[in-house]
């Protein structure tokens, strides 16, 4: 395994090349055209292909917004296709780009290699191997382009389970690793990329590290968030935790947006409360699917859409307390009283008892509703961002009240809910808010072939908004048409992401599709 220390000289190299850099736009003319035409060899019979149906299948994404053809597509066996692969195109005297592509759910071609060559990391996987589950250490060693359900089903089979998830599990560990991995366990777990003990990444130089933050750390907390830029991670050690049996599931409906953020603030402050905490927003304008009403009881539909229509904006408050047979009576009492404690509108208190598993997969039962209609291989014009809590309220009146209310076009979950930022490490690549507490929003749109880009320029119209109110608002699964946008992006820490990717990944070669460095 590689393992990379640096003497003095080289870093005085890389400041001076940072000096360069920073006055002169960063691209990449390096690359072929055709790789096909240097990969055609033997190492790689029968897993490279450049068949118009494969290629087609690597151009598009969950976004349904663009369409980007590589080249080829890899379909490796084992990592050490990979490493052949990248180890080809960096001793090339035409390098040409590569994008590792998990299960597609980028949506705005992040996973893309423009004239390159994407690997179908999913054609690694292989039931009988690929996941180890460690008992006495709590881990488990998952190839990355395993499914966070996968890993689930197998760890629930020894009584364990991660602790740090996503709303939606048919996502490859590496994708989420590489880029941060939220939802309602963040703000007490942190995110999954904090939930890590070890990688194994292939850098952009064709060398595979195992990394972790006492072996190899720069790669290691580089490669955590990093946006593919640095290497392909293909394997994880992720923590686990005894795995809870029931989820106790309540919902509460807001009608203040202070009293909203305020509960919010506190139930994340408490060290030893809530398993899961979200939010959301519910508009007087669209489908009841807007509010996930699937949750809801059908005899209590017209009550909430009178209160939205009454107020315009409401606003729900969604937690969680696992529980098992030993602690059932006491989280009765604890949710009970949580409840008395909130300032939520009485009368509109919805709870449910429902198995461990049930919550977490609970977006699987609305994707295979839509899929069965036809309405979940749509445009997704998707925006999310990091907000800082000193902005969130102006941010709920000029954007929810404002662009959204008034736009009148969001179909979609909309959701806002804080972390803590103690919760996070600065170490790793992830951009995030100096404040805090911060919050996340994200507006899950569903569109319509023929009308996405009025959702893309009302997205447009949020975030110049933010900038121009100086409101420090970052995007997560970050877009940017030019590499000043990421600069900013990044603010004081472009420079350690720049010096890195050098150090990972000198021909730029890695993850062309965020569009970072061509």
């Given at each position: 395994m590689a393992s990379y220390n640096f003497p003095p000289q080289i870093h005085l190299l890389v400041i001076t090349m940072l000096i360069t850099t920073l006055l002169t736009p960063i691209t990449t003319n390096n690359t072929s055209p055709q790789p096909w035409n240097i990969l055609s060899n033997n190492n790689f019979a029968g897993k490279l292909t450049s068949a118009y149906s494969s290629v087609e299948a690597a151009a598009i994404d969950f976004g349904h917004v663009t369409k980007i053809f590589p080249t080829a597509v890899l379909n490796p066996s084992s990592v050490q296709d990979i490493t052949d692969l990248i180890k080809l195109s960096f001793d090339s005297k035409s390098s040409f780009p590569i994008a590792a592509r998990g299960h597609g759910h980028s949506f705005r071609g992040q996973a893309a290699a423009k004239d390159g060559v994407v690997v179908n990391?999913?054609?690694?996987v292989n039931e009988d191997r690929g996941i180890e589950v460690s008992r006495t250490g709590l881990y488990a060693d998952v190839d990355s382009a395993w499914l966070w359900i996968e890993v689930l089903n197998k760890t629930l089979e020894m009584g364990l389970t991660p602790v740090s998830w996503t709303d939606y599990l048919y996502l490859t560990v590496g994708g989420t690793l590489s880029n941060g991995g939220i939802s309602g366990q963040t703000s007490r777990y942190g995110p999954q990329i904090s939930n890590v003990l070890e990688l194994d990444v292939i850098t952009g130089k064709g060398e595979i590290a195992t990394c972790s933050k006492d072996m190899n750390s720069d790669l290691f907390y580089a490669a955590l968030g990093g946006l593919g830029q640095f290497g392909i991670i293909t394997r994880a050690r992720i923590k686990l935790e005894l795995a809870p049996k029931r989820a106790k599931w309540l919902r509460f409906l807001y009608?203040?947006?202070?009293?909203?953020?305020?509960?919010?603030?506190?139930?994340?402050?408490?060290?030893?409360?809530?398993?899961?905490l979200e939010g959301s927003v519910m508009l007087d304008h669209g489908p009841p699917d807007n509010w996930r009403s699937t949750y809801y009881p059908p005899s209590d539909h017209l009550r909430i859409v009178s209160m939205i229509k009454r107020h315009r904006v409401i606003y729900c408050l969604e937690v969680v307390k696992?529980?098992?047979?030993?602690?059932?009576?006491?989280?009765?009492?604890?949710?009970?009283?949580?409840?008395?404690?909130?300032?939520?509108v009485r009368g509109f208190m919805y709870e449910k008892d429902v198995t461990?598993?049930?919550?977490?997969?609970?977006?699987?039962?609305?994707?295979?509703?839509?899929?069965?209609?036809?309405?979940w291989d749509v445009p997704h014009p998707w925006l999310n961002l990091f907000v800082p809590k000193s902005q969130i309220s102006r941010f709920d009146y000029n954007v929810f009240k404002g662009i959204i209310l008034r736009n009148n076009i969001t179909s979609g979950p909309l959701l806002v809910y804080p972390m803590n930022r103690n919760k996070w490490n600065d170490q790793m690549s992830t951009a995030i808010p100096d404040e805090d507490v911060f919050y996340a929003v994200g507006f899950l749109r569903s569109a319509e072939f023929d009308n996405w880009e009025a959702y893309d320029k009302e997205n447009m119209e949020v975030l110049k908004f933010c900038e121009d109110a100086k409101m420090d608002v970052i995007q997560y699964l970050p877009y940017h048409a030019s590499q000043e946008g990421w600069v900013r992006h990044f603010g004081p820490r472009w420079n350690i992401f720049l010096e890195r990717k050098y150090r990972y990944d000198p021909k730029m070669i890695l993850s062309p599709g965020q569009n970072i460095f061509q």
């Open positions: 990391m999913r054609s690694m009608t203040d947006f202070s009293e909203f953020t305020r509960d919010q603030e506190r139930l994340i402050s408490e060290t030893d409360g809530l398993h899961f696992y529980y098992d047979e030993t602690s059932q009576h006491s989280v009765n009492e604890e949710m009970e009283e949580l409840s008395e404690s909130l300032n939520y461990y598993m049930d919550f977490l997969n609970r977006v699987r039962t609305g994707e295979l509703k839509l899929k069965s209609k036809g309405q």
